[in-house]
């Protein structure tokens, strides 16, 4: 297993929008998917959206319509993206990926170091 390396946060106003990226390894098995956490200050982590192999994407009921999961493969490597539209201060948090049992939040590999996003209001 490789560790994820997440990329694309930063400080942005209400409003805005922002993608990122994660880099992780491409599997075959079609159990294992990948999925974006966030930390929010004080609170515990949380799932907002995974993307099994074929492409098919689940979301936590809080971002869904705001939040949109994608990726794309090359060799041994794929990169997935979290679009997040019309942020809000509430987002601000510290993004993760890693990968989970399809269908679920639970973590089946190494964190990355995650990407801090922060909103303005």
């Known amino acids: 297993q490789v560790q994820p390396v997440e990329s694309g946060g930063g400080s942005v106003q209400a409003g805005e929008s922002l993608r990122l990226s994660c880099v992780a390894s491409?599997?075959?098995?079609?159990?294992?998917?990948v999925a974006w956490f966030r930390q929010r200050p004080g609170k515990p982590r949380e799932g907002v959206a995974g993307?099994?192999?074929?492409?098919?994407?689940?979301?936590a009921a809080s971002v869904k319509g705001r939040f949109t999961i994608s990726q794309e493969q090359a060799n041994t490597k794929k990169t997935v993206y979290l679009q997040i539209f019309s942020l809000n201060p509430e987002d601000t948090a510290k993004y993760y990926c890693?990968?989970?049992?399809?269908?679920?939040?639970?973590?089946?590999?190494?964190w990355g170091q995650g990407t801090q996003v922060t909103v303005a209001s």
């Open positions: 890693v990968e989970v049992t399809c269908g679920s939040w639970d973590p089946t590999g190494y």
């Open positions: 491409a599997y075959t098995d079609n159990k294992i998917c």
């Open positions: 993307i099994y192999p074929h492409d098919g994407t689940y979301y």
